[in-house]
């Protein structure tokens, strides 16, 4: 990608089922996914979208097909990268998400940054980022440029349920960024929430951006998982990254009035 400005979508946790009528905590997850992607297809400032993981709640081959599906009608033409979640199968993910949009590279680049999709897909719930991703990261980095991490777990607590599900080896992946000052902020999903958090390492303000799901956004005063009530303000959305030419970077989110 040649150009100096670059703005990402990011969507995560469809939860989809075999059915698309199912219902996950009362919602349509389905419906819910076209009305994000038709949002995204038609936001004229977006160059490329990422999805973080958990594209399926049921574990089914048809929630993969269901989910190419929707990215088919919703008629998405900027490249779609994607990561794992918990929920997902590699061997499914590769199997259906093969043909434009998707691509299936873990880097992105242009003049100014490099955008790594990281692995924290592990045999549980809970993330794990392995040594061989981590020094597959590590050649990679270009320092002359910025770096834009996207995980789908989160690399720092959140004080809610989710975080006996975050990522178990928090302490490796911050010891990679202590080490690359051009690492700039960290982009995940899974805890269905729109959160901008920060983490200070090295006398640097690293920021971490986390995604509202395309499903349901979790309750964080309940003990396990409870969808939160539409009033609250946090909704069914995506995340937009605005990344600029000089370093610095700016987000903000889109939520979707699904009028559920």
Known sequence: MS??????????????????????HGANVYQNLQQVLT????????????FTGDLTQDHSEKSYQNFVNAVQVSQLTKPL???AGNHDEYRLLDKYLHAAPFNSN???????????????????PAGFVSEESLEQLVQHIDSSKNQLIFTHHHPIDVHYFIDK??????PALWQLIAE?????????????????????????????????ATSIQFDPKASDVKALA???????????????????????????????
């Open 106 to 124: 873990k880097m992105i680049t242009n003049e100014y940054w490099q955008i790594c999709l990281l692995n924290t897909k592990s045999n549980t």
């Open 180 to 212: 690359h000052s051009s690492i700039s902020a960290i982009a995940c999903g899974h805890v269905h929430q729109t959160l901008a958090l920060a983490q200070t390492i090295n006398n640097r303000e690293i920021t971490v951006l986390t995604c509202p």
């Open 230 to 260: 539409k009033k609250s303000g946090q909704g069914v959305g995506y995340r937009r990254i605005h990344l600029q030419s000089n370093g610095n970077f700016k987000s903000d989110v889109i939520f979707i009035d699904n009028n559920e």
């Open 3 to 24: 150009q100096s400005k670059l703005v990402i979508a990011q969507f995560s946790d469809c939860h989809l089922f075999a059915d698309i009528n199912g219902l996950h």
């Open 165 to 170: 599900h975050g990522l178990k080896n928090k």
């Open 39 to 50: 949002a995204i297809t038609t936001d004229n400032s977006i160059d490329v979208v990422v």
């Open 81 to 83: 990268y994607f990561l």
